[in-house]
């Protein structure tokens, strides 16, 4: 009897534990949106089911790349509910997706299976498991290759505010000639995440009408360290909310300084920002001939723009950090768009809203010049043609003929997961495994039978083979002992992208190789508190996995997803078993080496000197900007490189360059002083380095055979992968009828393409071959510096007063070096 009450006591008291909080899933991804290899953010309904607050903790299951459990996990308290009252809270968790089973038209079951997420007290005991309901959305994938855009990538762009922006989802649809699709996500401010690592699969953020002061300041927050950790945002001002701007937490990320507010009638400055121009057309029957203006009927039309100051700097001067690429067409002393560097990322502001209805209204039809408007807006290399277009008449030939078919797609970050692996460990253990095999089968076999036959007693040979077993298996043993010793192995691939004022983000992958088995305590130090530093298991793209089954047996750890007010390091316990773990670590702080010196823009091209401070000799390197307005010839970037000469640093530490002496000494690109081995060479980027044969015809040999194997053109092509230009190959027959694909699955976030649109110039360089982490990681409390390769993404002011004035109508970027 005692024992039956005690069974009914301890039921309900797990019970009433099971029972303290319930929820569903109302929101995963942006819509479902989401990436392979990037934090997707998931909000969930929770309604507590006592009176008083309680403290949990959430955690989502997923599988490593390993088949390893990890929980992703963060604390958070939920308030009581008075009895009879069903008040619900919002609550945001962040994980990264597991590499298998995800896919597009899940059902809510299968989701929950797949997907799983519990409330938990905070020592880990999972209460209750929280499901997906219907009408919550279903995941897609956002590399998954579509029949509109094929197998190219697509950009991942959050509007804020209303539904005004949804007629913007379709002014890529079906389009030719741009590098990457392109998805308008409609988001409301409730709908934005409270944690930067829920912004990682996202492109840029455009705020539209959205009011900024009602934004909650974690959400602000998340925004501001979004954009200062390498984000994009564009602000097209709101002509009722730009002084809500000015009293709100965002003030601070804007370029310049709104003032007021003025009608322009005819739309003059959205029209030059479109810069569509008339085209010919040729009636089939009079054969008469007439220019068509998409934009005739716009002459009457009036819309609000805003009236702005370029951001002064502390000494009362025009910041040199502003880079106006366009003044207003009725004022030409306000800037109409403009940029500038905020931290390691990059906002663009305009002044006006796209989505405001007396724009849309008059514009938005057929979408005939918003291409344009938003290629120019993101600072993008496309040659966009719509089928909207093609049916106006504008460039239907050659939406008809170019970038038709695409023939080879590849992969630039396939080369960076190479530098994770351990292959000199990998052949000595596989060959130590073969002179073993081999000598146990001489011993067990042939050996131990001609040798009893020798002595007449063959008939022991089972016996000998079974002794020779034993023996072979104590010998193996000891080996492994003696070879799985010692202290851990880390090989890696970095990218270290530093700015003006010394803040860095470092973005690792690497392999770790522990030979001992159990839990092992790995940790980030010397980061930056106020930041979102993290370590996670390395988030393996699904076409990358490979044909991997993982362990026998899983082993569950967890994963603290944290926020930056945490203020404790980052660390997680991981299990080995003497084998080989791929991580991703993001360390934000002052990282202590630089480029010092001062660099300078005159229509004559760069001068004045640059140290090497970082403490380590550089090679391969390269240098990109934006010409001088004097330079323009077409929409490209200037880029001057100076390749490795043997194996001697391009670029010793301590040793100055003469920006000045290396634009004279440099060879024009395609001729022959610029294919010698160590010789600089100056060009345009995608004229020049794209179409030419400079990589030895290489690259293009690497396009057409469909694979991708050079890490460092990989790396420099990723770090300015917006400033490239859709490609083209050409047949045989010299039409340009077809193009190749140049993806980043696993490689989004390397891109540094902002400074270069600010006006900054872009140092990219490349460490010496086994090179150390460029931070600090310590293993069970022991510093582990591992060698690999470091590539860097320096942002150097360039001051620009020694250029040309640059005119308002132009926004085009190129020269010719």
Not at 435 to 455: H, R
């Amino acid at each position: 009897m005692r024992f039956t009450a005690a069974g009914i006591i301890l039921l309900s008291l797990t019970a009433a534990a099971l029972g303290q909080a319930e929820g569903e899933v109302e929101s995963i991804g942006f819509d479902g949106h989401y990436r392979p290899n990037a934090c997707i953010p998931m909000k969930l309904r929770l309604r507590s089911t006592v009176g008083t607050p309680q403290t949990y903790k959430l955690a989502v299951l997923q599988e490593d790349m390993d088949g390893d459990r990890v929980l992703y996990s963060r604390p958070f308290t939920l308030n009581g509910n008075p009895e009879g009252a069903r008040i619900e809270e919002r609550v945001w968790v962040y994980f990264m997706p597991q590499p298998r089973e995800l896919r597009a038209s899940l059902t809510p079951r299968e989701m929950t299976n797949i997907i799983r997420i519990f409330l938990c007290t905070p020592g880990g005991k999972q209460l209750v498991q929280i499901k997906f309901l219907p009408g919550c959305p279903q995941l897609k994938n956002l590399d998954q290759p579509t029949q509109m855009m094929g197998s190219r990538g697509a950009r991942l762009i959050l509007m804020v505010g209303t539904s005004q922006s949804r007629p913007f989802r379709t002014v890529y649809e079906f389009a030719r000639g741009v590098l990457e699709d392109v998805l308008f996500q409609p988001m409301s401010l409730n709908d934005l995440p409270e944690n930067v690592l829920g912004y990682e699969a996202a492109d840029a953020i455009v705020w539209l009408d959205a009011d900024p002061t009602a934004l909650k300041p974690e959400t602000a927050a998340a925004v501001q360290e979004y954009v200062r950790n390498g984000g994009r945002l564009v602000v097209c001002q709101n002509a009722q909310t730009w002084q809500k701007m000015l009293d709100s937490d965002l003030r601070d990320l804007l370029p310049v300084v709104p003032t007021g507010v003025a009608d322009e009638k005819g739309l003059l400055s959205l029209r030059k920002l479109a810069d569509v121009q008339p085209t010919k057309h040729v009636d089939p029957v009079t054969k008469k001939e007439t220019l068509l203006d998409p934009w005739a009927d716009k002459a009457n039309a009036v819309a609000p723009i805003v009236r702005a100051e370029v951001r002064p700097a502390p000494d009362g001067q025009i910041d040199p950090r502003v880079f106006v690429n366009m003044w207003q067409a009725s004022d030409p002393s306000s800037p109409y768009l403009a940029r500038w560097i905020y931290g390691l990322g990059t906002v663009a502001w305009i002044a006006q809203d796209f989505g405001d209805p007396s724009v849309l209204s008059t514009t938005v039809q057929r979408h005939t010049g918003w291409q344009r408007i938003w290629d120019r807006t993101f600072d993008w290399r496309n040659d966009t043609i719509t089928v909207d277009m093609a049916r106006a008449g504008v460039n239907k030939e050659n939406y008809e003929r170019k970038y038709r078919d695409v023939n080879y797609a590849s992969d630039l970050s396939v080369p960076m997961l190479r530098g994770m692996d351990s292959p000199k460990r990998g052949a000595a253990l596989v060959a130590l495994a073969v002179v073993f095999f081999i000598g146990y089968w001489l011993l067990a076999g042939p050996g131990s039978y001609f040798f009893l036959l020798a002595k007449k007693k063959s008939h022991y040979s089972w016996v000998a083979y079974a002794a020779s077993a034993m023996a072979a298996t104590a010998l193996t043993v000891l080996v492994v002992q003696l070879v799985l010793r010692g202290p851990p192995e880390l090989h890696h691939v970095s990218f270290v992208r530093v700015g003006p004022d010394g803040q860095a983000l470092i973005q690792s992958q690497f392999g770790l190789y522990i030979k001992r088995d159990g839990m092992q305590r790995i940790e980030l130090r010397e980061t930056d508190s106020k930041q979102t530093s993290y370590l996670i298991p390395y988030p393996a793209h699904p076409a990358q996995l490979g044909d991997t089954g993982g362990f026998m047996a899983y082993l569950e750890y967890d994963v603290p997803m944290r926020d930056r007010s945490s203020g404790e390091s980052p660390a997680i316990n991981v299990p080995f078993r003497s084998t080989i773990k791929k991580l991703k670590a993001q360390w934000v702080g002052t990282f202590p080496g630089a480029i010092v010196g001062r660099a300078r823009l005159a229509d004559s091209g760069l001068s004045g000197k640059l140290t090497n401070k970082t403490g380590m000799d550089l090679r391969s390197l390269y240098l990109v900007y934006v010409p001088s307005p004097s330079q323009r010839k077409r929409e490209d970037d200037a880029l001057i490189s100076i390749p490795d000469s043997g194996t001697r640093p391009t670029w010793p530490k301590d040793t100055s360059l003469d920006l000045g002496a290396l634009m004279s000494q440099a060879g024009i690109l395609g001729m022959e002083s610029g294919k010698k081995e160590g010789v600089p060479v100056r060009g345009l980027l995608n004229t020049g380095w794209m179409n030419k044969d400079h990589w030895g015809g290489s690259f293009l040999r690497q396009m057409t055979a469909g694979s991708y194997n050079d890490a460092e053109q990989g790396a420099i092509l990723m770090s300015v992968f917006d400033r490239l230009a859709p490609s083209q190959g050409a047949n045989r027959e010299n039409v340009y009828d077809d193009r190749y694909e140049l993806l980043r699955r696993s490689g989004r976030r390397f891109d540094a393409s902002g400074a270069v649109s600010c006006g900054q110039l872009l140092v990219v360089a490349k460490s010496m071959d086994g090179a150390p982490l460029p931070f600090t990681l310590h293993v069970e409390g022991r510093s582990v510096a591992g060698q690999g390769v470091t590539f860097f993404q320096f942002i150097v002011p360039l001051d620009r007063s020694g250029s040309a004035t640059q005119p308002a109508e132009e926004n085009e970027n190129s020269t010719d070096g």
